[in-house]
Nanobody
Framework: QVQLVESGGGLVQAGGSLRLSCAAS????????MAWYRQVPGKQRELVAA???????NYADSVKGRFTISRDNAKNSVYLQMNSLKPEDTAVYSC???????????????WGQGTQVTVSS
């Protein structure tokens, strides 16, 4: 069984910073891409940032230059450093990882439970 557990959400004023963390645990053979998504009620979930196993990253245009995704392969963890936060960044942020379990034939996507980020103006 595999679990992704996020932490680091909260309430912050516009212009402030938050750092989200997500740790994968359980029967893990390998982790490919890891990513952060966000969702606002009534809207589709959107990709915020992703990082592959080699460290190559990509970002949504709306967060480029403000957010930084990173990972620690030894800890099976992914992080999202969010700077210069704006009220429009308010959302539930969820981490996602493509994980191969020891008995698996191909990786599958796992999701965390989500953490609320609220940016006040």
């Amino acid at each position: 069984q595999v679990q992704l557990v996020e932490s680091g959400g909260g309430l912050v004023q516009a212009g402030g910073s938050l750092r989200l963390s997500c740790a994968a645990s359980g029967s893990i053979f390998s982790i490919n891409a890891m990513a952060w998504y966000r969702q606002v009620p009534g809207k589709q979930r959107e990709l915020v940032a992703a990082i592959n196993s080699g460290g190559i990253t990509n970002y949504a245009d709306s967060v480029k230059g403000r957010f930084t995704i990173s990972r620690d392969n030894a800890k099976n963890s992914v992080y999202l450093q969010m700077n210069s936060l704006k009220p429009e960044d308010t959302a539930v942020y969820s981490c996602n990882a493509d994980i191969m379990v020891p008995w698996g034939t191909r990786p599958r996507a796992y999701w965390g439970q989500g953490t609320q980020v609220t940016v006040s103006s």
